[in-house]
């Protein structure tokens, strides 16, 4: 099947190289012959964990955003490392922010982040059976505090516009959908 939309690929340029992101800028022919310039944001993907304990409570971590210049309250995610599942990414933001590992993690969906301009796709993952596996452990230069909220609470914060954070607000909006918060 032939796409209509498809917009093939003249030349590419890196603007732009660091540890998280890639910036590239790309010439393109579009379907109707013209050409365009497209600024791509490279990213290696990432993980998401909305870990949920026996009495229904979601583990949130609250850091401070610089690229929105406000503290977020979020699920445990981060970037996967070279050749990392989506899974393993998982399970390891899973420890390292919450201290915490699952018996059991259930893909909920995997999503373009914001297809317009990056490439970036996230795996979300629900943790459930929930145990300590040590303490909290976050990278460095990566302050955060660990909050536990009721699940019925959280999707409340949500509907209310205290919780922004887009893929925070699809995990707890799938899992409700798959009767969590009954």
Known sequence: MT??????????????????VTLRVDQ?????????????????GAAAVLAVNKNREVYFVRQYSKAVEKELLEIPAGKLDPGETALACAERELAEETGLVAKEMRLLTTVYTSPGFTSEKISIFLATGLKTAGAAHPDEGELLTVQKIPFNHALQMVQSGEITDAKTCLALLLAAGLGLGQ
């Open 3 to 20: 796409n209509q939309f498809e917009e093939k690929t003249i030349s590419s340029d890196i603007i732009y190289q660091g540890k998280v």
């Open 28 to 44: 393109v022919a579009l379907a109707d012959g013209s050409t365009a310039s497209r600024e791509v944001v490279v990213h290696a």
